[in-house]
């Protein structure tokens, strides 16, 4: 078995014990009532005593050239300049805008002026440790005590941590930097994933499932000749949503669900999160629900249950000889032209006649079948992929909470710092 897959192997062990563990972090406040550190060995310490957070530069966009250094705002990379603030590995501190985001650079880094940063130059810490202790701190719940929206270093300062000796950082921050490279790596199958699964969608839906010798050009573009092409309102039933007031709109999950648009939609599917008891134009499962208002327009998903739909949504209801997945995976093929469309109003929005009007190349209903089950099956993986991503958080707090109060000690178990903590102090 090769490195990579023992390491996966242990993580999903690890995964099934933590499985039924707390989500929460560990309490910060609960540390800033204390005067005297619980843990044997370990100091209580204000930031102030550890970091230095020091100001980024301004660098405009219009500034900044592309070269080989990250460019680095208060939400993460915002582009790259030929020239580093920062000649070091640092961590990047949302200062304004995204209050207390944290990002990890690997190498020197351009800090703009809505940031804060911490190298190596700051701290007499480990700096991977100290990553994970602000994390653990959550530096976001400092912006609702500032009257002006932005993160007080002095605030900052004022807050304290368990400091372990340095070699129990490198364990600490080795374990948590592990389960985090496993959660960017199920990002990375999951983007792979979509990416392939969108090629596969563009020759599905020109050249079919199954093998076709002679292709014919349509107005739905250029197909096998033994498919059909028609109207979506020759094959479809269009129901328009209807507004439903505020006050008619609940948390209480024993209501009818209610979809107010493309922010409750997941990959496949949709999540619920407000009700209401006065429900007018519904969802059906196997409609094809499309964003027809706002932000988000063209935007689609797949019913998987009934609910009361918003105006700023349609259902296209697949009549008999449709296939209902075929239609929500074409309907997903159609999307960047239908926000085209929408983006050519004063106010983004489809009208009814943008939706009948599309043409849909109509294969037998046996290959319309095939085209979606394959479809399907990319979107499997990316649930499952998403599925143990959730799993390696939920570890991953678990093991912060342990990890960082000293519920769980490092000191006497024979665990291997890795080289990407070592070189970080």
């Not at 990047?92 to 207390?100: L, M, N, Y």
């Amino acid at each position: 078995m090769s490195d990579d897959a023992s390491q996966q192997a242990s993580l999903d062990e690890i995964v099934d014990e933590h499985s039924g563990e707390s989500s929460e972090t560990v309490d910060a406040g609960k540390i800033q009532e204390i005067d005297d550190s619980p843990v044997e060995g370990w100091d209580l310490r204000r930031l102030g005593e550890i970091i230095s957070l020091e100001y980024g530069e301004n660098l405009t966009e219009d500034e900044r050239d592309g070269g080989k250094y990250p460019v680095y705002g208060s939400n993460g990379q915002v582009g790259s300049h030929s020239e580093a603030y920062v000649d070091r590995p640092g961590i990047i501190v949302g200062r304004k805008g995204s209050i207390g985001e944290l990002k990890f650079s690997e190498k020197p880094f351009y800090p703009i002026d809505t940031t804060y940063y911490i190298s190596q130059e700051e701290t007499d810490e480990n700096l991977r440790f100290v990553y994970y202790l602000l994390e653990n701190v959550q530096l976001s719940r400092l912006n609702a005590a500032s009257a002006v929206p932005g993160l007080n270093r002095n605030d900052a300062y004022s807050l304290k941590g368990l400091i372990p000796p340095l070699e129990e950082q490198r364990k600490i921050a080795s374990i948590l930097y592990n389960v985090e490279q496993a959660i960017q790596k199920t990002d990375e199958i999951a983007s792979q994933t979509k990416r392939v699964k969108k090629g596969a969608m563009q020759d599905l839906f020109t050249e079919g499932y199954y093998d076709h010798d002679e292709f014919v050009d349509t107005r739905a573009g250029k197909i096998p000749a033994s498919w059909d092409v028609d109207k979506i309102k020759n094959r479809t039933e269009l129901i328009s949503g209807a507004h439903v007031k505020s006050d008619l709109v609940y948390e209480d999950d024993s209501l009818t669900p209610y979809l107010t648009g493309p922010d409750d939609f997941d990959e496949f599917g949709f999540t619920v999160t407000k009700y209401t008891n006065e429900p007018t134009k519904f969802c059906e499962p196997d409609d094809t629900l499309v964003t027809v208002k706002g932000s988000g327009c063209g935007k689609s998903t797949f019913a998987n249950q009934r609910a009361c739909i918003s105006r700023q949504l349609k259902a296209l209801r697949p009549k008999s000889g449709l296939d209902p997945l075929y239609l929500f995976y074409f309907m997903k093929t159609k999307q960047n032209y239908l926000e085209t469309l929408a983006e050519g109003s004063a106010i983004p929005g489809l009208s009814n006649s943008h939706l009948v009007a599309l043409d849909i190349p109509i294969p037998s209903t046996e290959e319309q079948q095939k085209i979606a089950e394959t479809l399907r099956e990319f979107d499997h993986q990316v649930e499952a992929n998403n599925r143990y991503k959730s799993q390696l958080k939920r570890l991953k707090r678990g093991l912060m909470r342990e990890l960082l109060t000293g519920e769980v000690r490092t000191n006497n178990r024979d665990i291997n710092v890795l080289p990407e903590v070592e070189t970080h102090g």
